[in-house]
């Protein structure tokens, strides 16, 4: 399957990786992220106090849900801040900020209708202030604002207006009827009083680093060594959760982080090296819980490279691969080899497509039927032009597991005669160099 | 598994001087490849020596009752799921939507049961001037099926003789009709083969449809061997028809029949291959239970006592099995009874143990068929609370299984998930494939499709016919899927 993604084109996705580890105790923080009354989270039969400490692989990069873009902030802000609405564990949409809700008949206008008994974590010698519509208003104009850097633009241009009926309701004009529109207002929201520049936000802002929400959880402060604790919000409209305080540790070092689980420094990790797998299941103080991560690491190639926009090169790169072998020797078997960019899981898999088998001999006749011959130095050629790749991979990625497929995909391209040079670039480099200049000719990324 | 103890027990004392090719066998057996299994078994036959045949019959039986219950516990949740899936699909495209959703629809509704309602839904097909001719046909047969089991055998001749039987299609519809209901006076086997003859004159493939339609003839008339080199020679993941509607929307239907009459098919193949294997005296013992277990899987009670009784008076079986046909023997009484006997009466003649492994068989029977259960599920939960559950894997799934048949899906799933593999939580070599398959369902109507959706995928190459569960279940999701759903590279 090829789907056409921006300036380049996604080939078949390589695998699917990724399992987690959760201490029994993570069951009941999710168990009070559920909408339930006061009186239930009183009397639900889990034990109040004590803290949680797990485990990250890097710090985040903001600890708002605005400028935030990788999975480690995602996961804090998921516990300051409220959307409009929430997502269950079902993926059923559910109340959150805003009690209830209007949708017109042309599904182009929806009214919130917001909670009044909602405050913000209050600010260090202040009171607790109101969420009020103002909030929502302003959170979708710093949002929107072409000087704000958020990967959230993009994903809510559908939006023509947003306007305040009163205090407590907010009208949200479409211009488009949209697919499942109701749930894109899970989007979180940030206080009118948080930012110090009230126009767009930056990375800069101290209120991304230092972030009040409406959640479970208030930021305490961040350690020296970038611990990032959590205390319980004692005001939560949903009743004060049940955990006094979390705290997000993080490790350069996915073998520490590991070695802390087992020797009790931490209690949770949410991402488990393939191979401390075997190790983690074996002992019966930790409870291994898989989940379907539904990402993906794919290699994708440039087609504006002449060579590449030939489909049986592209073909024959991934005959040439045997990605099977990587998934079983760098991830423990941990995945799926699927053919598209949705998981087996999805809805959108599309089971037609069946994912390329490693094949090498068809690659190199892909290859040769595609004019190549191989050169004296073992590199295929067309019109005295080498068959010579550059594979950028973003650095903000890179691990172990990522090193070595690149290197494997080296070596598996070396044998029919194509030659790789890899490159690991900064995150922001790499987004430019792809996005921006087309400086590439194969990615790896997630 | 203990399925996997038992055969190892089997194989210890039957392949010792056995030939590599049953060892292979049976040890895809053993990780669940059935399909790899049968292939490399069969190979093996024509050049076996007399010795082996028995040990070759015997792991073909078990290979082929295996494989019966996957397609059984599959085709039961592929039903379910395409009544959801066709229902909603009618309910959300009320005008220019699907037409051929009723005729599926209708056809799935009689496979349940659920004549009346099936007769509406076809009814209104065989009117439906947008449906070709050839699947007005089919709805008729189908139709005329619903009349055939309300007793109303003169408005189902009608129709039957209405259709037009040039189109091969339709009368390989009309085979598969007479085969199912039992009619074999009315020739469905020279109606299938006459097809073939003719597929082979104008030099055409099989259908899906077509093919399905033979297999359903083969499986009821006794032709196993040509019915398993059919499914050999067929797609299995093929779909049965596509719609476009409006300009640009594809609807492609499945028809979980399919899964039925493969479940048939291989039920019919353990029966034929197990009872030859009785008549090595080596094996006999594990033979007849195992035979004994598939006549009660097909229905077949009397038949299952009969050779219970003979095994156990014969003391031919080996101490594992002996137990097992004991228990066997008892809910087999059970159900011969009509249930008449009570639930107290059953764990009696199953011996009031509280051994894992026969308290979780007791309960599985139970659910198979459906009798009520909720003493012997007390007392296995018991158990469960206080064993390390790792010892105790077979209850764990049958109580999810009994969980699953009460609607209580939050246990089942915690009953299921405590024995699954974790590192491999959607391979079948390392888990029961019935377990998954139970485990997939119980996700299903937790509205966790996703989980559901990766069991599936990872059973497709050994169960290729999968597919007829995965599209409507992909559908249901499409249509109840709440959450944005959109991706983010990052």
């Known amino acids: 399957m090829r789907t056409r993604q921006g300036s380049f084109s996604l080939e078949e996705a390589i695998m699917r990786r990724l399992a987690t580890v959760f201490f029994i105790v993570s069951l009941a923080i999710f168990v009070l992220l559920l909408p339930q009354g006061k009186a239930a989270l009183k009397n639900d039969g889990f034990p109040q106090g004590g803290s949680l400490n797990y485990g990250e692989y890097g710090r985040p990069a903001t600890l708002d849900p605005i400028t935030s873009n990788d999975m480690i902030s995602l996961r804090i802000s998921e516990l300051i801040f409220n959307g409009l609405v929430g997502i269950d564990e079902k993926q059923e949409i559910v109340p959150d900020l805003a009690e209830r809700w209007d949708i017109s008949d042309d599904s182009l206008t929806y009214t919130f209708y917001l909670r009044q008994d909602v405050t913000w974590h209050a600010k260090e010698g202040e009171e607790p202030r109101p969420f009020t519509a103002d909030d929502v208003i302003f959170t979708y104009n710093i949002m929107m604002h072409p000087q704000t850097i958020t990967p959230l633009k993009v994903r809510y241009e559908f939006i023509e207006s947003v306007v305040k009926v009163d205090d407590y309701t907010v009208q949200l004009t479409l211009k488009r009827p949209i697919l499942n529109g109701l749930a894109k207002f899970s989007f979180k929201i940030i206080p009118q009083h948080g930012p110090e520049n009230h126009e767009f936000l930056t990375r800069e802002d101290p209120f991304v680093h230092k972030p009040i929400g409406t959640g479970p959880y208030m930021l305490k402060n961040i350690t020296a060594d970038g611990e990032v604790i959590l205390v319980a919000n004692e005001n939560y409209y949903r009743g004060r959760p049940h955990l006094d305080k979390i705290l997000a540790r993080p490790f350069a070092d996915q073998n520490i982080m590991s070695q802390a689980l087992m020797f009790n420094a931490i209690d949770m990790i949410v991402l488990v090296n393939p191979r401390d797998i075997p190790q983690i299941q074996g002992d019966k103080r930790l409870v291994l819980q898989p989940y379907n991560a539904l990402s993906y690491s794919f290699f994708g190639y440039n087609v504006r490279n002449p060579l590449l926009a030939d489909k049986r090169v592209r073909q024959a790169i991934t005959y040439a691969v045997n990605r099977q072998e990587m998934l079983g020797s760098f991830f423990n078997g941990q995945g799926t080899i699927i053919s598209g960019p949705f998981a087996p899981g999805s809805w959108a898999y599309n089971l037609d497509v069946e994912p390329l088998p490693f094949e090498p001999q068809k690659a190199i006749s892909l290859l040769e039927e595609a004019g190549f011959t191989k050169g004296d130095d073992g590199i295929m050629q067309r019109d005295g032009k080498k068959l010579s790749l550059a594979l950028k991979v973003p650095i903000e990625k890179e691990s172990e597991g990522v090193k070595r497929v690149v290197l494997a995909f080296q070596n598996y391209l070396g044998k029919i005669g194509v030659e790789i040079k890899g490159e690991f670039k900064e995150w922001l480099a790499w987004k430019e160099d792809v996005f921006l200049k087309h400086d590439f000719d194969v990615v790896f990324a997630s | ?490």
């Open chain 2, 1 to 490: 598994m203990p399925r996997c103890c038992l055969v190892a027990l089997v194989l210890e004392a039957s392949l010792s001087a056995a030939a590599d090719p049953i060892r292979e066998g049976m040890q895809s057996y053993n990780r669940h490849h059935y399909e790899d299994a049968s292939t490399t078994l069969l190979a093996h036959m024509r050049l076996a020596e007399p010795s082996q045949q028995g040990k070759l019959y015997l792991g073909l039986g078990m290979t082929f009752l295996a494989c019966a219950q996957v397609y059984q516990e599959l085709h039961r949740t592929a039903l379910s799921v395409q009544v959801d899936y066709l229902s909603k699909l009618l309910a959300s495209d009320k005008e220019d939507g699907s037409h051929y959703a009723k005729l599926y629809l209708g056809r799935s509704l009689l496979d349940t049961g659920k004549t009346a309602e099936a007769a509406v839904s076809l009814r209104t097909c065989i009117e439906d001037k947008k449906i070709e001719p050839r699947d007005r046909s089919l709805a008729k047969i189908a139709l005329a099926r619903a009349y055939y089991l309300q007793g109303k055998n003169k408005n189902a001749d009608e129709l039957w003789s209405s259709v037009d039987t040039t189109d091969p299609e339709v009368m390989s519809e009309l085979a598969a009709a007479y085969s199912r209901l039992g009619l074999a006076e009315r020739k469905p086997l020279a109606m299938g083969e006459q097809i073939r003859q003719v597929m082979k004159q104008i030099q055409q493939g099989l259908s899906i449809r077509l093919a399905n339609n033979l297999i359903t003839v083969y499986a009821r008339e006794g032709q196993i061997d040509k019915g398993l080199r059919l499914i050999k020679s067929t797609d299995l993941s093929g779909f049965f028809h596509e719609e476009t509607i409006g300009k640009n929307k594809i609807v492609r239907f499945y028809d979980p029949s399919l899964l039925d009459n493969l479940a048939v098919l291989y039920g019919r193949a353990s029966l034929e291959y197990l009872e030859k294997a009785t008549t090595d005296e080596k094996i006999k013992g594990v033979a007849q239970y195992y035979l004994a277990e598939a006549e009660a899987r097909f229905g077949h009670i009397d038949q299952s006592i009969e050779i219970l009784d003979d095994a156990l008076a014969s003391g031919l079986l080996p101490s594992p099995y002996r137990e097992k046909a004991e228990l066997l023997h008892g809910v087999a009484r059970f159900w011969q009874s009509g249930g008449r006997q009570s639930q107290m009466h059953l764990e009696d003649s199953t011996g009031q143990q509280q051994e894992p492994h026969l308290l979780a068989d007791t309960l599985l029977a139970c659910n198979r068929l459906n009798l009520e259960c909720s003493e012997i599920a007390r007392k296995a939960t018991t158990l469960v609370e206080v064993i390390d559950g790792k010892k105790l894997e077979t209850l764990h799934y049958a109580l999810g299984r009994y969980y699953l048949r009460t609607h209580e899906y939050e246990q089942a799933i915690a009953c299921m998930e405590t024995v699954r593999d974790k590192s491999n939580k959607n391979k079948i070599e390392y888990n029961d494939p019935l377990m998954l398959i139970n485990l997939a369902e119980a996700y299903y109507r937790s509205k966790r499709f996703s989980e559901a959706l990766e069991i599936y995928f990872g059973m497709r190459n050994q169960f290729p016919a999968v597919r007829q569960i995965q599209v409507s279940m992909q559908g249901v999701y499409a249509m109840e899927q709440k959450s944005a759903g959109d991706a983010k590279l990052f």
